[in-house]
């Protein structure tokens, strides 16, 4: 049975693998975590829908993959045997000369050695070659392969009975395919251009005695791919407001301690942005919306994704329907996201539907930024470092708690008239916020 990559959502096209928690030849029961998966919403675990003994993994660690491809191969328990058997037809009479498993004549492959050409026979391809003798030893006997397997040998046109096969019971895999064909392009590249082996080796080692290479992580290449893609796709603008928010600071900080004892999680300027927010995106609805190549989609509901930095990488959990919820539901909510996020926990509902971003690049201690959008939104606001700053006061300096919030916006959904009624009621707001605020 072939085991695809499940369908989570309908914004998630691909996911990564990036861990295998079985192996082929082991043994599953329906609901075993098999593989764990990486989308650009969330890392999760696919379960075995069977019973039964893996036979073939289809895809390799770190291969990004459309959803609905296949990714294993499960004998199951009651299924009859799935592959179809390929009958090999007998060996041309006519063939005088051994021929190696790639079609490169044996006579015309040099030995590595002093005594040699000087052409060059890599580890990989020596391997393809010394196996072409013992596929033919084996004979010309009935062999079985899975449908993935076919297909693959079908579009790369290859025997598949000049392959040797690595798995159970020396079935030919995938990865079996697959070497096959890296070993026949070097081997023919190095017949192509015979070389010193020394050279090559010298030209295969990194010359940076100064530079370190860090391998990507598969939440990495995922950032770097939607980064680009948005970076790419919306042509953006950005501006950058000051909030006066000194009331807030103050609120809050009359707030902090007993909403600790009481909800048990602690109060920040965030909460009061979020709720800011949300009541402004009510008021300016093309700031809720995307690009729909030929027209403007609204968003009825108001869901700020909030961009946490985890271990692994920026995620970005979803509070959904915003602006229902007050200051404190807001508060508790995020602190659950929060912490579910940085522990690896979220669900694929937890980052779904989002339809506007929040960054509190302020808690990194900037105090200007100009964030990305979190594609295929219409914009993505940050709020900065809260300083106190002197300001003139009608005819007199004050000190004042000031933040500044900062939007990158789509110019093709709007324009700057737009986008600045959108943070000027944000501002207003903040601004507004006094002793007297409610926070339930």
């Keep these: 049975m072939i085991i695809e990559l499940p369908q989570v ?62 990714i294993a191969d499960i004998q199951t328990e009651d299924a009859a045997e799935p592959d179809m058997p390929i009958e090999t037809p007998p060996p041309a009479q006519e063939q005088a000369q051994p021929v190696d498993r790639i079609g490169v004549l044996l006579k015309d492959v040099a030995p590595v050695g002093p005594t040699g050409s000087g052409n060059v026979v890599i580890p990989a391809a020596q391997d393809a070659i010394a196996s072409a003798s013992d596929s033919q030893v084996r004979g010309r006997r009935r062999r079985r392969y899975s449908p993935a397997v076919q297909r693959l040998a079908a579009e790369r046109g290859i025997d598949l009975e000049q392959v040797a096969g690595t798995g159970i019971n020396g079935r030919v895999t995938r990865k079996d395919v697959l070497a096959y064909v890296e070993a026949q392009a070097e081997v023919l590249a190095v017949q192509a251009s015979p ?29 770097a791919a939607n980064m680009k893609r948005s970076a790419s796709e919306i ?15 103050r609120r809050r900080g009359a707030l902090k301690d007993e909403f600790m004892q009481r909800e048990g999680v602690n109060l920040t300027y965030l909460h009061f942005v979020v709720k800011a927010v949300a009541e402004s995106l009510r008021d300016n609805p093309l700031l809720n919306s995307s690009w ?13 994704g909030i961009a946490v930095a985890a271990p692994d990488g920026l995620v970005v959990p979803v509070l959904r329907d915003a602006d229902a919820l007050s200051v404190a539901g807001i508060a508790v909510r995020t602190a659950d996201l929060t912490a579910r ?16 971003t929040l960054n509190n690049t302020g808690a990194l201690g900037s105090i200007a930024s100009q964030p990305i959008i979190n594609h295929p939104q219409a914009a993505i606001l940050t709020t900065e470092a809260v300083v106190k700053r002197p300001v003139v006061i009608g005819d007199a300096i004050g000190i004042r708690s000031l933040m500044n919030i900062c939007l990158t916006f789509d110019h093709r959904i709007m324009d700057g008239a737009e986008a600045s009624s959108f943070t000027n009621a944000v501002k207003r707001r903040l601004e507004a916020i006094s002793d007297e605020t409610g926070i339930y």
């Design 9 to 70: 959502g309908e914004s998630v096209t691909e996911g990564t693998i990036v861990q295998w928690l079985k192996q082929v030849g082991d043994s599953v029961e329906r609901y075993d975590p098999l593989v764990e998966v990486l989308t650009d919403k969330v890392s999760m675990e696919v379960p075995s829908p069977v019973n039964g003994v893996i036979t073939e993994l289809l895809a390799e660690e770190g291969q990004t993959l459309p959803m609905g491809a296949p």
């Design 195 to 223: 070389v010193d082996a020394k050279t090559t080796a010298a030209a295969m080692r990194s010359d940076g005695e100064d530079e370190e290479r860090l391998p990507l992580s598969p939440v990495r290449r995922m950032i």
């Design 235 to 249: 042509p953006t603008a950005w501006s950058i407001t000051e909030v006066d928010v000194s009331g807030l600071v």
């Design 292 to 304: 729909g190549e030929d027209a403007i989609i609204l968003k009825r509901r108001i869901n700020i």
């Design 341 to 356: 996020a940085r522990q690896g926990k979220l669900a694929v509902e937890d980052m779904q539907f989002g339809t506007f």
